[in-house]
């Protein structure tokens, strides 16, 4: 049965590498069973807002817990009343295997040499959900499954634009020469983990760690 009165337990069927899986079914009774597990936040939105945010364990959705549930209420049904909402769940997890690389070579002046070099640069970071209404308000929006894919195409542009000015600043401005850029990876790998700290901070997110693995 597919109506409201066989849907008792709510968890998430999301993937690992899943970051907000919004559950299909929106019409609930109250007394529903939400279940959340470690490493897990889940987001209940009614009427488009979000009402309240449930960490790792089990939860009764009802009036006594949510008296806000009780404005949006339909007609009472025997012990139990129907009503409308949203379930995100949000993947706390943290991602530590985003790789990056620059898909096109970044023309540099070298300063020992005086000639154009094209530079490429690749490496991995990781990420994890810090505000989980803020990710969903300001980045997933109604999207029924936000991944690891999702967000790597959505921040490719921005990561490459400050890798790209990064580097070219070090080699010209510091005169580091190519043959010298991968004795400053650590030193990259740090300010360029600083520089998007707060990019991705807009939108909930936080970056654990950042490596530039060679230049």
């Given amino acids: ?27 609930f009774l109250t007394g529903t069973q939400l279940i959340v597990h470690e490493s897990q936040e889940a987001v209940l939105y009614l009427n488009g807002e979000a009402l309240d945010l449930f960490g790792p364990g089990r939860h009764t959705l009802e009036t006594q817990n949510l008296p806000v549930l009780s404005k949006y209420m339909r007609r009472p049904l ?19 295997d985003i790789l990056w690389g620059t898909a096109t070579p970044i023309p540099v002046q070298d300063p020992a040499y005086q000639i154009i070099l094209p530079v490429r640069a690749n490496g991995q970071f990781g990420l994890s ?3 989980s209404r803020k990710l969903l308000v300001k980045l997933v929006g109604t999207t029924t499954k936000f991944d690891k894919n999702t967000l790597i195409s959505l921040f490719r542009g921005i990561l490459m634009t400050n890798i790209k000015d990064y580097l070219s600043r070090m080699m010209v401005e510091r005169k580091i020469s190519f043959l010298e850029a991968h004795g400053h990876i650590q030193e990259a790998s ?19 760690n950042f490596y530039v693995n060679s230049i």
């Avoid at 049965?1 to 069927?13: G, H, N, V």
């Avoid at 009503?83 to 769940?89: A, K, L, M, Q, T």
């Avoid at 990019?199 to 970056?207: N, R, S, V």
Wanted: contains cysteine; hydrophobic residues 40%.
């Fill in 78 to 96: 025997g012990n139990k009343t129907p009503f409308h909402c949203e379930v995100y769940f949000v993947n706390k997890v943290t991602l530590l």
């Fill in 190 to 208: 740090e300010a360029l983990r600083v520089q998007m700290t707060p990019l991705f901070e807009t939108y909930g997110l936080a970056i654990v």
């Fill in 1 to 27: 049965m597919d109506d409201a009165t066989s849907i008792d337990i709510l968890r998430c069927e999301g993937g690992n590498d899943v970051l907000v899986w919004k559950h299909p079914k929106t019409d």
């Fill in 129 to 131: 959900v810090e505000n």
